[in-house]
């Protein structure tokens, strides 16, 4: 079954999830190692050029072994060198690992490359892409040889919290079993997506705006019913905010006391 | 479990940022040796940030810690259950002479079917020329080749000045470059369960067989053998031990008589495909300035006696060297070519236990 994640259990019983990058994420890379190479080629052979002035053969033999040499050694050196990126993929934030999540092998990233001369046939990848597209881990056929897969790079950034909630009383905390009640229900995404409707409040239009939290409002009514008190009068932006202040900061010191 | 995310992340953060800064210390020098306190620690930190992972995980409103606390544990674990060797250094006489030669003798099988396979093409190649000559247009894909070889071979002996002067190292350039990309190319179709390879080698052969035939009916041997054996010596077997590379990753892929998982068993054959196509590209740099310094020049500027001399030493030279050197009792000691038994063992029970449903 194809899936975005691939699921990784160690020996200690936990699992971790890497993040599988797509054909199109991969292609994009490509381009922009594509360039890398072009650029690379072209000093190569401002300086083969210099030399071609002492020995024109000798000179048009080191530009096809060094267009050849850039050519399959751009990826090989990049990857063992920037830990699985080349500058495209880390450009895009993706990166090759292994298939068990252990450490890439030098002869993986050989293999991996060596293959691209099967993956890009006939053309612009089309095979790799076509494989990778159909592929349970999105693998190209270098991937499938090498036992390497690639993963998005997660980008570690925590909301500020403080900026978006400071200073608002939140009705929802004057029913604390309701608002555990409330964490429990809610899953990560859902979490995630009222956040992030909260962070990017402003880049909305306005009538956007308006029926984006009413609909989140009323999805999250639908979890946990809250008294009316709590809840009339205060409109379906601030009733958002009151739920991420919920879902993401726990229990208040006062309130944990009560709990206990 | 509901948790305080706060005073989870406030405790939490100085084991996991002590683990980053291990971890990008250890990718970033991959020869890098820790101590056992170094050893002890860097697990400790490891099993605290996955123990902070398994809670984080009921924890439904922290998706980027959960991501940041997942991506510091993939990192850790598989630098601490990686099992195989790590070469310290790279040797290159050694590799060439020992492990390169090694490695081929044990995948022998798959070189003889590599050969038997090109066989069938020469076969196939020579009996076409001889029956339908006209089928030569179609057969040879290089123009000079499909002249009248009489002919041919009249007018290279009669030139009498270097036609390829000031030329040469380009030449041989383009044939290094393109042979290897043909090699790898071979090596690469195994992944077609080696149906790509064997259309390779067939090609190939049918080839080397329809040029040999033609050249031979035209009452032309010694020249043929004289053009042929210097860098074809060394260049047909290169191709050969590529598509020998490429049936070890086609059996690999069909895993036929064993019951090791699919990627253990591409793991098992990673290292030694990577020797071989390197052997390969070593043996392709050699048959290039072979054939652009010396096989092009034919009778008066070099006897035919010279060249296939000097083609059958090589020979000899090759044969003993993949058949001969680094055999037991040679004083080189072997490196593991990349995984033993023991490796395999642990690493197949890994997969086995993941894949495994509880």
């Known amino acids: 079954m194809k899936t975005s994640t691939l699921l990784i ?25 594509l360039c890398c190479i072009v650029v690379i080629n072209m000093i190569v052979n401002l300086l083969i050029g210099l030399l071609a002035v002492l020995n024109p053969d000798f000179a048009q033999g080191l530009y096809m072994i060094g267009f050849f040499v850039i050519g399959v ?90 900026q978006l909630l400071a200073g608002k009383f939140n009705s929802l905390r004057q029913h604390p079993h309701l608002a555990a009640r409330l964490r429990q229900q809610v899953s990560s995404s859902e979490a995630s997506v009222a956040l992030a409707a909260l962070v990017r409040r402003d880049e909305f239009d306005p009538v956007a705006r308006v029926e984006l939290f009413s609909e989140l409002a009323s999805h999250f009514h639908a979890k946990v019913a809250f008294p009316a008190e709590a809840t009339d009068g205060v409109a379906d932006e601030q009733f958002i905010r009151n739920v991420v202040d919920v879902i993401f900061r726990g229990r208040p010191k006062d309130e944990t006391k009560m709990a206990t | 479990m509901i948790i305080d995310l706060q005073k989870f992340a406030a405790a939490g953060r100085p084991t996991w940022t002590e683990l980053e800064r291990w971890l990008d210390r250890l990718e970033d020098k991959h020869r890098d040796r ?30 980027e810690t959960r991501r940041y606390l997942e991506n510091l544990v993939a990192r850790a674990y598989g630098e601490i259950h ?39 093409g020469c076969l196939f190649g020579g009996f076409a020329i001889a029956y339908d000559p006209g089928s030569k247009s179609v057969l040879l894909p290089f123009e000079h080749l499909q002249g009248d070889p009489a002919k041919r071979v009249a007018k290279e002996e009669a030139v009498a000045r270097d036609e390829l002067r000031g030329a040469k190292t380009g030449f041989s350039a ?9 090699s790898v190319f071979t090596l690469g179709l ?18 080397l067989g329809a040029i040999s035939v033609d050249y031979i009916h035209a009452g032309q041997t010694k020249f043929l053998l004289g053009w042929l054996l210097p860098h074809g010596v060394i260049e047909i077997p290169a191709i050969l031990i590529a598509g020998q590379a490429g049936l070890v990753l086609a059996l690999a892929m069909i895993g036929w008589g064993t019951r090791i998982p699919f990627g253990a068993r591409l793991r098992k054959v990673s290292g030694d495909l990577m020797t071989l196509i390197f052997g390969v590209a070593i043996m392709l740099v050699w048959a290039g300035l072979v054939e652009a310094f010396f096989s092009q020049y034919h009778e008066p500027i070099l006897p035919y006696e010279l060249k296939i001399g000097f083609g059958v030493c090589e020979l000899i030279l090759l044969v003993l060297f993949l058949s001969k050197s680094g055999k037991k009792g040679s004083k080189f000691q072997v490196p593991s070519s990349g995984m033993d038994k023991g490796n395999l063992e642990a690493q197949t029970t890994r997969h086995l236990e993941r894949e495994t449903p509880n």
């Open chain 2, 190 to 207: 195994g992944i077609t369960w080696g149906v790509g390879t064997a259309i390779m080698l067939f090609y190939n052969g049918i080839i």
């Open chain 1, 9 to 33: 259990r160690t020996p200690e019983g936990i699992v971790f999830a890497q993040l599988l990058a797509g054909p199109v994420s991969r292609f994009l890379a490509w381009l922009v190692d």
């Open chain 2, 34 to 63: 820790m101590t056992l306190d170094e050893l002890q620690r860097f697990h400790r930190l490891y099993e605290r940030t996955a123990a902070d992972l398994a809670r984080i995980a009921t924890f439904s409103a922290e998706p």
């Open chain 1, 73 to 162: 050694g751009y990826g090989i050196v990049c990857e063992w060198a920037m830990r699985g990126q080349t500058i495209g993929k880390k450009a895009f934030r993706l990166r090759v690992v292994d298939v068990e999540g252990l450490r890439l092998q030098f002869n993986q990233i050989v293999t991996r490359n060596l293959l691209r001369f099967v993956d890009s046939l006939p053309a612009f990848y089309f095979v790799g892409g076509l494989v990778c597209w159909f592929s349970p881990k999105c693998q190209r056929l270098g991937d499938i040889a090498a036992n390497t897969i690639v993963v998005r790079v997660p980008k570690i950034s925590e909301p500020d919290l403080d």
């Open chain 2, 174 to 182: 383009f044939l290094m470059t393109h042979n290897t990309q043909v």
């Open chain 2, 82 to 120: 990686e099992t195989r060797e790590k070469r310290a250094r790279i040797q290159p006489l050694t590799w060439f002479f020992q492990t390169f030669p090694q490695t081929f003798r044990k995948h022998a099988r798959q070189f003889y079917l590599s050969v038997t396979i090109t066989l069938i």
